[in-house]
């Protein structure tokens, strides 16, 4: 008995559910453009609502169909099919329009056909709007169903002031360009994409009052131009840290003829040139880990930290290269034996001296 009892609670749940469930299909909407809108373009969409029926039904009679706008002078026009047979409604002109479930409960399949005019309408920011939205709403008005296709709807005068904006942004990156390229860098594929910022920028300004198409190129040079200053900061980057690897890669060369061919390899300058060259390896090797990270600004500062100490200390390499090239052999701190043999040297003039002066000085008496 209390399985019996179980079993018809349960079937009552699944009918429940089943009923809970009920939901419309609607056809892809025709006359809705692709892409930004602008103000004041008149729409006329097409699309068709259906209802399946399950089990009897195919909507609650306590729910309801709501259509919804933010087109301005909406004008709402609906045919409920029943069976293949239209029933035209009168039209509405309201941004709302709601169908009760008690027009489109049948036992059989329910379709509403639906026409919507209206036209675009101002807005004080760009942003996005409601074309067409499409409810299933409870008995307390809550949401059990939904479709709605949005569009993002253009200020004109936001998109003049983003124009000025961007030929600013563009100039600035010109500059960089061109600095970077006096600076040695190759700022060929760099300069490909600011050619194609140009002509995007170009078209926006040419579009006029067509703002959508405006807004179309304008979003391309935006993007063309980040790209841009994001490879030319990757760019620099690189260069640099070839530059520095040259410095370092010339100091090793100085410090391996001082110490291999001049003998130089304990020389305190050429321990501390050593000293020095490996800090600005260390900067290199910081360098290329914050550029494989990302972090593109940080890699430059320390490419660029580099790049200076490598020009100052291979300087410096250069110029103990040539003070060490220029000392005679007999002087060179490297030899030690010479400097006794020099030594001994001067001893014996200085003795030989000394000993002809005493004998001159005993023959005058």
């Known amino acids: 008995m209390k399985k019996g009892r179980l ?79 239209d029933n035209p409604r009168q039209p509405t002109g309201f941004r709302t329009t709601r169908i009760s479930g008690w027009e489109l409960n049948y036992p059989f399949d329910v379709s509403v056909r639906v026409n919507l005019e209206g036209t675009v309408p101002e807005v004080s920011t760009t942003g996005d709007k ?28 936001e998109v003049q ?18 600095n970077a390229h006096d600076d040695g860098v190759d700022t060929a594929n760099i300069d490909t994409k600011y050619n194609a910022a140009k002509v995007s920028l170009e078209s926006a300004e040419a579009a006029g009052a067509n703002v959508a198409t405006a807004q179309t190129h304008l979003n391309a040079a935006q993007t063309q131009i980040a790209e841009a200053e994001t490879l030319l900061e990757q760019t620099i980057v690189q260069h640099s840290i070839s530059k520095a690897e040259g410095y370092v890669a010339e100091i090793d060369g100085i410090i391996d003829y001082l110490s291999n061919e001049r003998g130089r390899a304990s020389d305190s300058r050429v321990i501390l040139l050593t ?24 890699a430059q500062t320390q490419a660029r930290d580099a790049v200076a100490d490598g020009e100052r200390v291979l300087q410096e390499a250069r110029d103990l290269r040539e003070d060490i090239e220029s000392l005679p052999a007999v002087v060179d701190p490297g030899k030690p034996f010479l400097w006794i043999i020099v030594g001994g040297a001067i001893i014996g003039v200085i003795g030989f001296v000394v ?5 001159a000085w005993d023959e005058l008496g």
């Open 355 to 359: 000993i002809k002066k005493r004998r």
């Open 130 to 157: 409601s074309i067409i939205r499409i409810r299933q709403l409870g008995s307390s008005d809550n949401v059990r169903e939904e479709f709605l296709v949005t569009r993002t709807v253009i200020n004109p005068a």
């Open 275 to 298: 000293s020095k060259r490996q800090s600005i390896k260390n900067l290199v090797d910081t360098a290329k880990d914050s550029y494989e990270t990302g972090n593109y600004a940080r």
């Open 161 to 178: 002031t983003r124009i000025v904006s961007a030929k600013s942004d563009l100039q600035v990156l010109k500059t960089a360009i061109d």
């Open 7 to 85: 079993l018809l609670i349960l079937i009552a749940f699944l009918a429940l559910c089943a009923v809970s469930v009920s939901a419309f299909t609607v056809q892809p909407p025709s006359g809705i453009p692709t892409g930004d809108l602008a103000p004041g373009t008149k729409l006329t969409i097409d699309t068709t609502v259906s209802f399946k029926h399950t089990d009897g039904t195919t909507i609650p009679d306590d729910n309801s169909l709501q259509l919804f706008t933010d087109l301005d002078s909406p004008r709402w026009t609906y045919t409920i099919v029943l069976d293949g047979i």
